[in-house]
């Protein structure tokens, strides 16, 4: 990933390392996924690490963004992703991936049309 895609478009302040090394711990938010109530140890080290290691800062998440945008408009001076693969990203590829309405997940994004 490092190859892939956190050096290429800079992300500065990203890593996959599990554990999240203890200096950088410090720095982690701490997760609240219900009502307010903190993760008990600030934050889950997930053994999936393709879909659930990335450990990011708002800024290294905008950076992704930013360049996904620039691919689907033909803007991208990188060879990061081609524009067909951002585009089959960015949509359903499964009836069961509908969360209701136009809403539905695509291959690493929810889409709420």
Known sequence: M???AIDPLELTDSTYEQPLPQHLKTEAAT???WQGIPIV???HTYPEMAAAGLWTTATD???VGIELMQILNNC????FLTKDTVAS???QQLESQKVGGSR???LGFFSFQ
């Open 31 to 33: 997760g609240y996924p």
């Open 2 to 4: 490092r190859e892939l």
């Open 76 to 79: 991208s001076t990188r060879n």
């Open 89 to 91: 990203m960015l949509c």
């Open 41 to 43: 140890g600030g934050f």
């Open 61 to 63: 998440l905008a950076k």
């Open 104 to 106: 539905f997940a695509g």
